[in-house]
């Protein structure tokens, strides 16, 4: 098997065949957001929990990698934007595969946004990234969306399918989309890609009860699993919204 394949393979939970990765990359988009003020403490809140994957970006992997389990996936994001910026839906590039190579990556993920006048740069940096990750052994998760200008609705179904099928013409490993909240039209896009996709979180949910149901949903769609952020860590009990996660996902396995 090639080698960036052996990675992707770690990803997934030998029982349950799924994944869960949390996301910790928001301090560059959002700031000292609130939940990841102590991101040493968060991680070894949430350690003992079956997760399998977490994303950082460089400078946190550099403070926090020996808060990271041996068997989870270290995932380097390399792409960034803020809050501030015009537009705020651009992202670029802050760092190459060969540095997260040498901070010890397992995995590489990179963010595009799709529907708007920086679309075709965004898509030529997962296209040069992809093939980059590869001839170093790396595997790349792409998050993609629909934001910008022409976007009503980030998560229109029709969007959210060709977001996945993006990520699958230019060789992502892993694509992360959001829940569209039509199961049909999520297990067609879901069935038509030849890679596994995960389910994002999305912003903090006021109800904890509902956002289960439709990590539920996407599960029985067929995605591969979760990538939660801010419904884990915003939570009042971080640790005690990722079991429930975990169980959902990964079951008696």
Do not use: W
Request: glycine content about 12%; aromatic content about 4%.
């Amino acid at each position: 098997m090639i080698g960036y394949l052996r990675k992707a393979a770690r990803l997934f939970h030998p029982g349950s065949k799924r994944t869960i990765i949390l996301p910790l990359d928001h301090g560059i988009s959002e700031g000292n957001i609130p939940g990841l003020e102590d991101l040493g403490s968060l991680l070894r809140e949430v350690r003992h929990l079956p997760t399998q994957g977490v994303i950082l970006h460089k400078g946190m992997v550099m403070a926090h990698a020996g808060e990271i389990r041996l068997d989870q996936s270290l995932i380097v994001h390399l792409s960034a934007g803020t809050r501030h910026g015009l537009p705020s839906y651009n992202k670029a590039l802050v760092c190459s595969v060969q540095e997260a190579l040498r901070l010890g990556a397992d995995m590489v993920s990179m963010h595009i946004n799709i529907g708007n006048d920086l679309e075709d740069r965004m898509l030529s940096d997962l296209g040069a990234c992809v093939e980059e990750a590869h001839q170093l052994g790396l595997p790349l998760l792409a998050m993609i969306y629909a934001r910008g200008g022409q976007i009503v609705n980030e998560n229109d179904p029709s969007l959210v399918a060709h977001s996945i099928r993006i990520g699958a013409e230019l060789g992502a490993d892993v694509v992360k989309v959001p829940y569209c909240g039509n199961n049909q039209s999520f297990a067609r896009a879901i069935a038509a890609c030849p890679v596994p996709v995960v389910m994002g979180g999305g912003p903090r949910s006021g109800d904890f009860k509902s956002f289960l149901r439709s990590v539920r949903e996407s599960l029985d769609a067929g995605v591969a699993g979760m990538c939660i952020g801010r419904n884990v860590f915003q939570q009042e009990n971080p640790a005690k919204a990722l079991e429930e996660i975990c169980n959902l996902v990964h079951g008696k396995a």
